[in-house]
Structure formats: C-alpha cells, structure tokens
C-alpha cells in the first residue's frame, strides 16, 4: 500500500538540519521552561518533552502527565516554538490538542503494538497534526511501515519517522543498535517520507550524540531529535544521554552538511567501476554456485550429509584473515561467507533431495 503524504512543513534555519530539542521529560515548569528559553535563544524551533514516559519498570518517574501541559503550552506562547510530545493511547492524543500540541510523536515500545497503533490512528481521525512514528523496538521494518500505514489510513498525512535504533540482549557500545540499514531501506521504500534520526536514544551517552548526529547527516536523514536538558546530570530520565542547549548548539554548529545532489563527473566515473565490479562479483558468485552444486551430486552419490562443519569452519577463519589483511572487519566478511554458504547449502539439500 502506498502511502498518500503532505509534506510537514516545519520549521527550520536553512544552515542547519531540521531540530526538535528538549529535555526526555517535562520534570517541573522551571526545567521546561529554563531549557525551552535557553534552546529559543541557540534558534531552536520545534521543542519536545515527554509528558507520559514509557517506563521497563514500575517505580520510576512516569511523567507528569495532564499537569505538564500548561508548561508546554507556555513555551509556545512565550518562545514560539512549535510543541511536540509522545502520545501512547487516545486520551494523550486528546489532552496533548486540548493543549494546542503542534507535533506528536509515537513511542518505539507503542509502535510495535499493532492494537495500541490502531487506537492511535482511529483517535486521530480528521486531526491534521503532524505525527512522527518511531521504530519498533524490534528490528522490524515491516511493523514500522504497519504503524505509518494505520495513521494514513486514518486520514493523516503529515508523517515522518524516527530512527531510534533498536534494542537488543548483548552488551554493547549503543543504548540501542542504530542497524542503518533498516531506515534506509525505508527511505528506498517510501522516499517521499521524511526519517529525522534520535542520536539520544541511539547513542544512549553524550559523547555519542555528535558522531550520530554527523553520521545521520552523512546518510541524507532529513534532520534530528536530541534530548536537550537545562541541568543534565540532574534529569530525572535519561540523564546520561542529554546535553545543555550549549552543547547541543555547538554540536549542531559543527556539522557537515552535504548536498546528495551533485554529482561530479569524476563519482560518475567511479560509479561505472563498482557497476563493472558488481557485475563480476555476481558472475564469480553464480560460477561457486555452480561448483557446490556439482559438490551437491557428489553428496548425494556417496550419501554424505550435506553441511561439514569443519569445512565451513576452515573457510570463515581462512577469509576472515584475509579480510582483515587488506582492511575488511572481520565480521563483515564473516557475514558475506555466512551468507553465500547459507545459499549454498540451500542448493545442496535441493540436489539431495531430488
Ligand atoms: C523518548 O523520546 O523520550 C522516548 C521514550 O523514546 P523511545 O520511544 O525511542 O524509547
Ligand atoms: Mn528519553
């Protein structure tokens, strides 16, 4: 299904990306409005704060609720700023228009809930306001596309998405693994709808939020949402992850932004090349397909089972050496053979079974 969309039409400096700042939570009418003013000072244009904040466990501080919405509606009025929070059932959708919200935003935990997005959708029903969706917290593309496609049907047309990453068991360097490939596969998707991207949530700690930033700009994103707090260290949600509207100017100050657009002669060149090289390596690929299935009919004459696992242990380390030595990651090549075996072994048991 294709989506019918209207473009946002938000504000934005034309030097800089597209922003919505703000602290994680609306905490008290003096922090909204401390970090609201500091932000309208820096040119910021679209202010978030969570006024109902999704929580793993009970205990801890869940917003203020209904009581933050005079606090929000106070930033418009004094800074004007456009207003954006996070609206998880129809009662917030409700009480945040009560409260004139100029943007919503949908949750990564309430978009991977296909119920929760329906009543969302039938709650916005003839409601013009733009709406970001963010992803599942499951690395699934097709349930985030569920989500924007439930709010189109409903009649809302100024969609965007935002890219928070996804969560996952291991440790690891990100709060929640950005895996790029899945908002760009959305953009190849659906190219008309905007994606802004969350270094906050992603990066989950300070010192990630300028590369995320950069590498976002990097990747053509059509702008950011960062977490911005008066007093970080004090914040009652996500205190590690926030910065002052000072660091976030500087931050936004530095970044690169480049222009998709132009094409030299000389990346038209260059682009003939991989074309060439794609064509080859295709060719190799089909040519080993080709010889493990001839290794399938001699599998199957002998009436060997067809995965050896020493085998297939001997190829990974012995490309995976050679990977590294000229300048590959070693899981990345590690992934490219896991893959052409996984094919391979696909055609084999075909030929076996014959
Ligand atoms: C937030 O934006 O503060 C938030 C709760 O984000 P997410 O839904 O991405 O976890
Ligand atoms: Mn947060």
Redesign the pocket.
């Given at each position: 299904m294709e989506l019918e969309l209207e473009k946002l039409n938000l504000p934005s400096d034309n030097e800089r990306p597209f922003v919505i700042a703000g602290p994680?939570s609306a905490e008290t009418e003096e922090q909204v409005m401390d970090t609201a003013r500091q932000l309208a000072l820096k040119g910021c244009h679209n202010f978030r704060a969570?006024v109902w904040?999704?929580r793993t466990k009970p205990g801890g501080f869940e917003g203020n609720g209904e009581k933050a919405l005079p606090w929000m509606k106070q930033v418009k009025e004094e800074t004007h700023m456009l207003i954006a929070t996070?609206v998880a059932t129809p009662e917030h959708v409700e009480l945040a228009l009560k409260y004139d919200m100029d943007i919503l935003w949908i949750?990564?935990?309430t978009t991977a809930n296909p119920f929760a997005m329906q009543a969302l959708a039938d709650a916005m029903k003839g409601v013009d306001v733009p709406v970001f969706v963010?992803n599942p917290v499951n690395p699934d593309l097709e349930l985030w596309i569920g989500a924007l496609q439930r709010l189109n049907q409903a009649g809302v047309k100024r969609l965007g998405a935002i890219h928070?990453g996804f969560s996952s068991y291991e440790q690891k360097i990100y709060r929640n693994a950005p895996m790029w490939q899945i908002p760009i596969e959305l953009h190849r998707r659906i190219p008309e709808l905007p994606i802004i991207s969350?270094p906050s949530?992603i990066g989950g700690r300070r010192e990630l939020i300028a590369p995320l930033c950069q590498q976002a700009m990097d990747l053509g994103f059509d702008g950011l949402i960062v977490e911005s707090h008066c007093d970080p260290d004090k914040a009652w949600s996500?205190a590690k992850q926030q910065v002052t509207p000072d660091v976030l100017d500087y931050i936004l100050s530095l970044l690169i932004i480049r222009d998709e657009h132009v094409t030299t002669e000389g990346i038209q060149q260059l682009r003939k090349q991989i074309d060439d090289l794609d064509n080859q390596l295709m060719d190799l690929l089909a040519k080993r397909m080709q010889v493990c299935r001839q290794i399938g009919e001699y599998k199957k004459e002998h009436n060997m089972t067809v995965l050896q696992a020493s085998r297939y242990n001997e190829i990974l380390e012995k490309r995976g050496v050679q990977g590294t030595l000229t300048g590959m990651a070693a899981e990345f090549v590690a992934k490219v053979f896991e893959s052409i075996h996984e094919e391979s072994v696909r055609q084999q048991i075909e030929i076996v079974n014959k």
């Open positions: 994680c969570g904040k999704p996070e949750g990564a935990r963010k928070r969350d949530h996500d």
